[in-house]
């Protein structure tokens, strides 16, 4: 009887290890922390109206994020961030541009011009001047580096960072023929205040033709290959190292 008990106790703690090794970098966690409200709901400092207004109230500070038309049925919200002085809010995330940047400290807005299908999900830099966004709109991935100082928006591309402009799922660019790559979230690592690397893994895009690479019947949540891609904000270069394959047997699901 009194033998069995180490066993156990054991097993029990490697049962804990592991069920905190796989929460820790599983996928559904992304956007976790990030609340959400339905219409007529609050909770401090955000509030949604059943008229489909988004207010932000926090002391003295009184603003009016957005106006949602009746298809916006909820709304969701970042934390704030590590230095304590921004948050994000999203609407309709088909909207052309659903995200809004909260200046706690100078009761600021800033509508970003971030495309459809904001990702509850961020970056910051170690010194809070840069944070990393992430939109997907139909196997369209695109990774956005915001400038908190200028407002200005960037995003990531095979070679290089590009101006926010006529730019499309950047991404993708690593990936052969109907193929889509998709950022790791918890990949995403800083080396300092202007490099950061990330790993993309790509998969095969459910909006191509058949018959792409290396597309098959049940391939489409299971990533093919892989890059470890490395960004210097400072020269607005971007590196990566040569394609992984990703043996069937080791595929993962999509993020």
Not at 87 to 101: C, F, N, Q, S, T
Not at 210 to 223: L, Q
Not at 231 to 239: F, H, R, T
Request: hydrophobic residues 35%.
């Amino acid at each position: 009887m009194h033998k069995s008990r180490p066993a156990a106790g054991l097993l029990f703690l490697l049962l804990c290890v592991l069920f905190v090794s796989v929460a820790a970098g599983s996928p559904e966690k992304v956007g976790i922390d990030w609340p959400k409200l339905k219409r007529g709901e609050s909770s401090p400092p955000f509030e949604f109206t059943k008229e489909g207004l988004v207010l932000f109230h926090r002391g003295n500070c009184r603003l009016e994020v957005s106006r949602e038309d009746e298809t916006t049925e909820e709304i969701q919200f970042s934390p704030v961030s590590p230095d304590g002085e921004y948050r994000v809010g999203i609407g309709d995330v088909y909207d052309a541009e659903p995200a809004y940047l909260l200046d706690i400290k100078k009761c600021g807005l800033m509508h970003l011009s971030i495309p459809r299908y904001f990702q509850p999900w961020f970056s910051w830099s170690p010194d809070g001047k840069h944070v990393l966004l992430y939109s997907d709109y139909e196997a369209s991935p695109q990774l956005w580096i915001l400038n908190i100082e200028t407002g200005q928006v960037f995003e990531v591309h095979h070679s290089s960072i590009k101006n926010k402009a006529n730019t499309c799922c950047g991404l993708n660019e690593w990936a052969p023929k109907s193929g889509a790559g998709y950022i790791v979230p918890e990949s995403v690592h800083w080396n300092d205040a202007l490099n950061f690397s990330f790993r993309l893994e790509i998969f095969c895009n459910p909006y191509s033709e058949a018959g792409g690479w290396p597309c098959g019947a049940g391939d489409n949540d299971h990533a093919r290959a892989a890059y470890e891609v490395s960004v210097n904000l400072d020269l607005a270069k971007v590196s990566s190292g040569p394609r992984i394959t990703i043996p069937s047997g080791q595929t993962k699901k999509k993020r």
